[in-house]
T-cell receptor, first 114, second 112 residues
Framework: EAQVTQNPRYLITVTGKKLTVTCSQN?????MSWYRQDPGLGLRQIYY???????DKGDVPEGYKVSRKEKRNFPLILESPSPNQTSLYFCASSVTSGGTGELFFGEGSRLTVL | GDSVTQMEGPVTLSEEAFLTINCTYT??????LFWYVQYPGEGLQLLLKATKADDKGSNKGFEATYRKETTSFHLEKGSVQVSDSAVYFC???????????FGSGTRLQVQP
């Protein structure tokens, strides 16, 4: 089954404790991206990757890191989480980013930073 | 910059009622337009899209027409079901752009 898998689905942590949210896709997609969803703001892009070893900032990259060492995996790293990073996070992938907009989303990871 | 504006929710309807969720956009040029749906506890799924003016996207009984004159892409369905209860997101992008621009989402609640 074609899917994007995120882990963990739910996480409560404390300020400053490093964490990683993993994302894996089995569709051989070139493009992967992370979004955060906040009430009243819709989804905003954090980082994206066009291919292995190619990553770039989205609209709200501050406080986040990513890596793309393999095509299927695109982890999101919070080196020192803060309460304003409490949010619902989605990983997404696509064959290309070329304006088709047909993104495949994971089920989301709800993060709470105390 | 580009933006997408959706009507405030929640929208509460009875089963078999007619649905309209308004979406307007601000952008330079002619973007591709999308509706995504998010069912409870799930990620977003593409519902329909339109890539040029006057195109009509349709899927699962939902329709939306790309109106460049009014910069709108309103979502409609003739008869909603309880299973349509979800959050609906309007979005846009341009060829070569690396991200979608999403609206804030509209929650639809359908009562039996």
């Amino acid at each position: 089954e074609a899917q994007v898998t995120q882990n963990p689905r739910y996480l409560i942590t404390v300020t400053g404790k490093k964490l990683t949210v993993t994302c894996s896709q089995n569709m051989n997609h070139e493009y992967m991206s992370w979004y955060r969803q906040d009430p009243g703001l819709g989804l905003r892009q954090i980082y994206y990757s066009m291919n292995v070893e190619v990553t770039d900032k989205g609209d709200v990259p501050e406080g986040y890191k990513v890596s793309r060492k393999e095509k299927r995996n695109f982890p999101l790293i919070l080196e020192s989480p803060s309460p304003n990073q409490t949010s619902l996070y989605f990983c997404a992938s696509s064959v290309t980013s070329g304006g088709t907009g047909e993104l495949f989303f994971g089920e989301g990871s709800r993060l709470t930073v105390l | 910059g580009d933006s997408v504006t959706q009507m405030e929710g929640p929208v509460t309807l009875s089963e078999e009622a007619f649905l309209t969720i308004n979406c307007t956009y601000t952008a330079t040029g002619y973007p591709s337009l999308f509706w995504y749906v998010q069912y409870p506890g799930e990620g977003l799924q593409l519902l329909l899209k339109a890539t040029k003016a006057d195109d009509k996207g349709s899927n699962k009984g939902f329709e939306a027409t790309y109106r460049k004159e009014t910069t709108s892409f309103h979502l409609e369905k003739g008869s909603v079901q309880v299973s349509d209860s979800a959050v609906y997101f309007c979005a846009l992008t341009f060829t070569g752009r690396r991200a979608l621009t999403f609206g804030s989402g509209t929650r639809l609640q359908v009562q039996p």
